[in-house]
Nanobody, 126 residues
Framework: QVQLRESGPGLVKPSQTLSLSCTVSGGSITTNPYYWNWVRQSPGKGLEWMGAIDYSGSTYYSPALRRRTSISWDTSKNQFTLQLSSVTPEDTAVYYC??????????????????WGQGTQVTVSS
């Protein structure tokens, strides 16, 4: 059974860079054809897809967040990482990592993904 676990700071100051990691167990992040996504959800808003890295290391980003987002991986740790720069209070949300086999950028519910983490609350505040 594949399990994902997010980790990172719960509080980030405005203008700083948010960095979160997702550690995967029970399966390799280089397994074809899996995609490894970052999504977030803030109060009163729907699920927002931020970007993904696939089994070959190729990355994909939401056009709305592309300029501020970077996703990378460390295959030796079976881990992938999200960096979101120049954060504002509007970036306050619960952040999830999730996996799928393609199409994850169109999902509107976390339950559409194959696997997902428990989520981590990130608050942007001074």
């Amino acid at each position: 059974q594949v399990q994902l676990r997010e980790s990172g700071p719960g509080l980030v100051k405005p203008s700083q860079t948010l960095s979160l990691s997702c550690t995967v167990s029970g399966g390799s992040i280089t397994t074809n054809p899996y995609y490894w996504n970052w999504v977030r959800q803030s109060p009163g808003k729907g699920l927002e897809w931020m970007g993904a890295i696939d089994y070959s290391g190729s990355t994909y980003y939401s056009p709305a967040l592309r300029r501020r987002t970077s996703i990378s991986w460390d295959t030796s740790k079976n881990q992938f990482t999200l960096q979101l720069s120049s954060v504002t209070p509007e970036d306050t949300a619960v952040y999830y990592c999730a996996s799928d086999k393609g199409g994850g950028q169109f999902y509107t519910s976390l339950y559409e993904y194959h696997y997902w983490g428990q989520g981590t609350q990130v608050t942007v505040s001074s």
